[in-house]
């Protein structure tokens, strides 16, 4: 993991997570790629990419990123990855539940194992309130 304790944590965008149109999906990408170049200028990146299009991920990003496997239903990075506590030299994750936002947009069975994969990478104590940090069900 990262020793200052900042870590940028994304989720690879892939077509059938858009709710827009396929055609904007090269835009999305490039996007993405700027964003990784401005974030990897202060922080190191990690980025959760599916099973299935992870050495594309790594092809298209180079060294910008560490590239890991995170099988998701949506790139949703900010609300399913865990938020991460930093002191006195030590860090833990702290895995929210994931309800889909309070099951509007479903699946989110994937989604919902996130944080605890995040927190498998960077080998953290895990730490469950037991309630979800957003909309809840």
Known sequence: ????GDLGILADPRP???????SE?????????RLIDILSAFEP??????PSG??????FLGKRAEVYSLPLDDAWARDAAPTFLAGDGNRAAVCWEFTG??????PFGKDREAASRVAAWENVEVRR?????????
Do not use: C, H, M, N
């Open 54 to 59: 992870i050495e594309e991920v790594r092809s």
């Open 16 to 22: 059938q997570y858009l709710y827009g149109g396929v």
């Open 25 to 33: 999906f090269g835009l999305v990408k490039q996007t993405f790629r």
């Open 45 to 50: 990146v990690r980025v959760g990419a599916d």
């Open 101 to 106: 936002w309070g099951g509007r947009f479903g």
């Open 1 to 4: 993991g990262a020793s200052s």
């Open 129 to 137: 309130p037991g309630f979800a940090l957003g909309v809840q069900a």
